[in-house]
């Protein structure tokens, strides 16, 4: 072997080990967004492990030193929208009705001292529940409020994975917020965790 | 109404989640919340986000798909013939 093959071979090597140590640790967290994405376990797999060949494939071209999750997610959203929501099909049905801004905030206070401290509601939910809260939310709207509400992406960030503007990004962030917040209040008063809203009282009676 | 202007509440609720607990600032805040509803909707909006990210972040990693993994990338070919 010349020496430059047994460069390149070590290379390669050095650069396998740099994956390991700082892609893998990722491993959890790209499952979880991934079935927030797919919505279901075996897609999700898949899509992880798509995922990771094409970073591995690629991660000669990642600087080293940059944010590594942000290049992963990146990705992950990428090969999700070009593949998996191709066959998945997703029926885009969008909720047309407008929803007033604070709405969970508006009918939690309702019942309590102050709406954050009725944040509590929310968080004796089952996980499940809230979950699949978010995954009922229409897709584009549902990828901008995962990537900033719970991954903590920042708008620009979110603008350059999906390659759109940042004020496309805002807009869907600020409708899928309010979906969610709309679900959210549903399945509480579902599980009965909250009073029934006055005007659905007066309907009923 | 709390006399509490709302900045400085805001300021400490900053504080707060920076630091953790002091039972003094979270009195304050407590009752500025009840009594301020636009520092209340903010403060609820934010916490709801904490939610969140804990809640939809937990799934249990099948085994398997450590494996798989694994095994894909010691599979892959290192990158294709460069151009040098």
């Known amino acids: ?205 | 109404v709390s006399d509490e202007p709302c900045e400085d509440v805001l300021r400490e609720i900053e504080d707060l989640v920076r630091q953790g607990t002091d039972p003094l600032s979270v009195q304050t805040v407590a009752v500025h919340l009840q009594t301020c509803y636009p520092c209340d909707r903010v403060e609820f909006e934010r916490r709801l986000r904490i939610i969140l990210s804990v809640k939809c972040s937990r799934d249990p990693v099948p085994g398997r798909l450590l494996s798989r993994v694994r095994t894909m990338l010691e599979e892959t070919p290192p990158e294709p013939p460069r151009t040098v």
Do not use: C
Not at chain 1, 19 to 36: H, I, K, N, T, V
Not at chain 1, 110 to 130: N, Y
């Open chain 1, 1 to 205: 072997m010349s020496e430059e093959a047994q460069q390149l071979q070590s290379d390669d090597a050095a650069m396998k080990e740099r994956f390991e140590r700082d892609a893998m640790p990722l491993l959890a967290q790209l499952y979880s967004a991934a079935l927030r994405l797919t919505r279901n376990p075996t897609d999700a797999e898949d899509l992880v492990q798509e995922t990771y060949l094409r970073a591995y494939r690629g991660f000669g071209g990642f600087t080293e030193g940059t944010n590594l999750k942000a290049w992963m997610y990146r990705i992950l959203t990428n090969t999700f929208i070009n593949t998996y929501r191709k066959k998945q099909r997703e029926p885009q049905t969008v909720l047309e009705e407008e929803i007033p801004e604070w709405y969970l905030a508006d009918r939690l206070r309702d019942s309590g001292d102050s709406a954050s401290a009725e944040a509590q509601v929310i968080e004796r939910m089952p996980d499940e529940e809230v979950k699949a809260a978010l995954e009922a939310v229409p897709e584009n709207f549902r990828i901008a409020v995962w990537l900033a509400d719970v991954e903590g992406f920042a708008y620009r960030e979110i603008a350059d994975m999906l390659e759109i503007p940042i004020g496309t990004v805002m807009s869907r962030l600020h409708r899928g917020r309010r979906m969610l917040q709309k679900l959210l209040w549903q399945k509480a008063r579902d599980r009965g965790l909250v009073r029934e809203e006055p005007e659905q009282r007066a309907v009923s009676e």
